[in-house]
Structure formats: structure tokens, C-alpha cells
């Protein structure tokens, strides 16, 4: 079984920044990557940043590519999504999903809110 609890979203004006934790416990050992997903009102969840568990890999949906930076601390079992530049479309719940070979984990989520 695999833990994951996100922290660190709130509420900022456009241009501000914000960086969101994912911290997981558990069967963590052998896992593929760990990635950040989002879902805004009446829409479906959508794929925004991942790293593998080696953290020597990242991969970002283009809306954020030069505004987000994903990494990991291999010390604390911790993921992080530094957003910059924030605009009132990155409003939404923030989830992070591991993946491993038992299957994918989700954390409950934080909200982002972005005011214009």
C-alpha cells in the first residue's frame, strides 16, 4: 500500500507562485514516477507534470512548460510543483499520483486558486 498527501495550495493573485508537496509513505520502493494532474470544475482531471522515481526524467503538458518545475527529495519521499507565473486557468484541485507496479496511488489533492 502506497500513502500520498499533498499540501501547500492556496489562493494568489495572477503572476503569483505557489510550490505544492507530495509526500509518500508505504510500498514506495520500486516505483515507476510520480506525477501531478489537476481537475478544475466541470472538467475532466488532466495531466500537468511527472518525474520518474529516479527524479532523472520530467515530462510537462505544454500549458505549463517555462511557468512549473517538478523535482523530487529522494530524502524525504517528497515530490514538489513549483508554480510561477500562476494564471487564473491553473485554477483547480492538484492531485499526485504514484505509479508502481501494484498500481497507481492517488493523494486526496490541495486547491489552487488563481484570481485574475
Known amino acids: 500500500q502506497v500513502w500520498l498527501v499533498e499540501s501547500g495550495g492556496g489562493a494568489v493573485q495572477a503572476g503569483g507562485s505557489l510550490r505544492l508537496s507530495c509526500t509518500a509513505s508505504?510500498?514506495?520502493?520500486?516505483?515507476?514516477?510520480v506525477g501531478w494532474y489537476r481537475q478544475a470544475p466541470g472538467s475532466e482531471r488532466e495531466f500537468v507534470a511527472t518525474?520518474?522515481?529516479?527524479?532523472?526524467?520530467?515530462n510537462y503538458t505544454d500549458s505549463v512548460k517555462g511557468r512549473f518545475t517538478i523535482s523530487k527529495d529522494d530524502g524525504e519521499n517528497t515530490v514538489y510543483l513549483q508554480m510561477n507565473n500562476l494564471k487564473p486557468e491553473d485554477t483547480a484541485m492538484y492531485y499526485c499520483m504514484l505509479r508502481r507496479v501494484s498500481g497507481n496511488y492517488w493523494g486526496r489533492g490541495t486547491q489552487v486558486t488563481v484570481s485574475s
Open positions: 518525474i520518474t522515481w529516479s527524479g532523472d526524467s520530467t
Open positions: 508505504g510500498r514506495t520502493f520500486n516505483s515507476f514516477d
